[in-house]
């Protein structure tokens, strides 16, 4: 499968605290993004992150992308009770539509 | 959800019958999409659509078919629905084939076949 997979499947912190959740891929892609899924709701995007660009920052948000390794990261920073949710990444290889990994499910405790 | 609507939200219907979802949107973008959400699969993109009467099929699009007669409208339709149908469905679109530029998805739509 040439989806996205994401690690770890779920992540439980403190606020205040950073959550760091990783994507890899098998193929050549032309740029990777970042979805946030609240309970219940659709996806909203967060990020992308070109496949010549290696850091992209935006926010509270850090995405890092190592083509090399066929990976990529997401950082957020100072988390809130309000950032938990389900994180998605999305991977563009040039076929028909993006190709969405299985997700992360973060909890932010209070 | 960026002017986008699906109905309904939720459903409940019995194996063997025909249902249709609706994606409604009001942002006039060429690409739209639907894709089911199942536990450990993520999204699975089952029917696309590049323009009026322009579709093409996804990576799960057995037992679907769609039609896109308006820009702002696109159906999904179980023509006997079954069990293993039984999953959240997104509608998203967008403003080009690019992928640089952002899906936009609605709120979902619950399915359940019994």
């Known amino acids: 499968s040439q989806q996205g997979e994401e690690d770890p499947q779920a992540l439980s912190i403190q606020e205040g605290e950073n959550a760091t959740m990783n994507c890899s891929y098998k193929?050549?892609?032309?740029?990777l993004q970042w979805y946030r899924q609240n309970s219940g709701r659709g996806l909203v995007h967060l990020i992308l992150i070109r496949s010549n660009e290696r850091e992209k920052h935006s926010g509270r948000l850090r995405v890092t992308l190592d083509t090399s390794k066929k990976s990529s990261s997401l950082l957020i920073t100072a988390s809130r009770a309000a950032d938990t949710a389900s994180y998605f990444c999305a991977i563009d290889t040039g076929r028909r539509a993006l190709t969405f990994g299985s997700g992360t499910r973060l909890q932010v405790q209070p | 959800d960026a002017g986008i609507t699906q109905s309904p939200r939720h459903k409940v219907t019995e194996t063997g019958t025909p249902v249709t979802l609706r994606c409604h949107q009001t942002e006039n973008h060429r690409y739209m999409y639907w894709y089911r959400q199942d536990p450990g699969h993520g999204l699975r993109l089952i029917h696309y659509s590049y323009g009026v009467k322009d579709t093409d099929k996804g990576e799960v699009s057995d037992g679907y078919s769609v039609s896109r007669s308006k820009t702002e409208d696109f159906l999904l339709t179980l023509e006997s629905a079954t069990s293993s149908q039984t999953s959240v469905y997104f509608c998203?679109?967008?403003?080009?084939?690019?992928?640089?530029?952002?899906?936009?998805f609605g709120p979902g739509t619950r399915l359940t076949v019994l």
């Open positions: 998203a679109i967008s403003e080009s084939r690019d992928f640089t530029d952002t899906q936009y």
């Open positions: 193929t050549s892609i032309n740029n």
